[in-house]
């Protein structure tokens, strides 16, 4: 029997979060949104939306494979 090792819960980041993450104002993060540049959020209930952090982060580093 192996052992069963806890993993870290996913941090969800709010639009702040996002926006300090990516350093993208939150009209740009909407725009790029529409035209399918950007993640969708994923809704928690009717009023509250979250982005994963590691889909934010995966978002980062191929913006940045991308640019070079």
Same mark, same amino acid.
């Given at each position: 029997?192996? /052992?069963? %090792? /806890? %993993?870290?819960?996913?941090? @969800? @980041?709010n639009? +702040?979060?996002?926006m =300090?993450?990516? =350093? @993208?104002? +939150?009209?740009?993060?909407?725009?790029?949104?529409? $035209?399918? *540049?950007? /993640? $969708?959020?994923?809704?928690?209930?009717? +009023?509250?939306?979250?982005?994963? =952090?590691?889909?934010? *982060?995966?978002?980062? &580093?191929? &913006?940045?494979? $991308? &640019? &070079?």
């Open positions: 029997i192996l /052992p069963v %090792t /806890p %993993t870290a819960p996913e941090n @969800l @980041l639009i +702040k979060g996002v =300090a993450r990516t =350093a @993208l104002s +939150k009209s740009g993060i909407y725009q790029m949104m529409a $035209r399918g *540049d950007f /993640p $969708r959020p994923l809704r928690i209930s009717h +009023k509250c939306a979250r982005w994963p =952090a590691s889909i934010v *982060d995966r978002w980062i &580093a191929e &913006a940045i494979a $991308r &640019a &070079a």
